[in-house]
């Protein structure tokens, strides 16, 4: 078992910085990457950043140049800095952690944090 408990959302003016953190608890041994997703109104879900447990990290394509993910082990909590922050980055923002035992990936999710970005 996983809880993950995402925090740091709020209301920002465009141009403004945001870092999200999510913190894991439970059976941290078992996660093999963490990330964050979004998911706007009447939008698909769509990858934000991820990162392995060996500190590889990726970014959806909408994202790079703005957002850099990041991590505490000690703390066992992954950061998502947003900065110039744009009125299409309006999401609730979900942490993921992903635990594979092939051929299954198990999926935990937090319970979101919303993020609107306006003026």
């Known amino acids: 078992q996983v809880q993950l408990v995402e925090s740091g959302g709020g209301l920002v003016q465009p141009g403004g910085s945001l870092r999200l953190s999510c913190a894991a608890s439970g059976s941290i041994s078992s996660i093999n990457a963490m990330g964050w997703y979004r998911q706007a109104p009447g939008k698909e879900r769509e990858l934000v950043a991820a990162?392995?447990?060996?500190?590889?990290?990726n970014y959806g394509d909408s994202v790079k140049g703005r957002f850099t993910i990041s991590r505490d082990t000690a703390k066992n909590t992954v950061y998502l800095q947003i900065d110039s922050l744009k009125p299409e980055d309006t999401a609730v923002y979900y942490c993921n952690a992903a635990s594979t035992k092939w051929p299954t990936t198990f999926n935990y999710w937090g319970q979101g944090t919303q993020v609107t970005v306006s003026s």
């Open positions: 990162i392995t447990r060996g500190g590889i990290s």
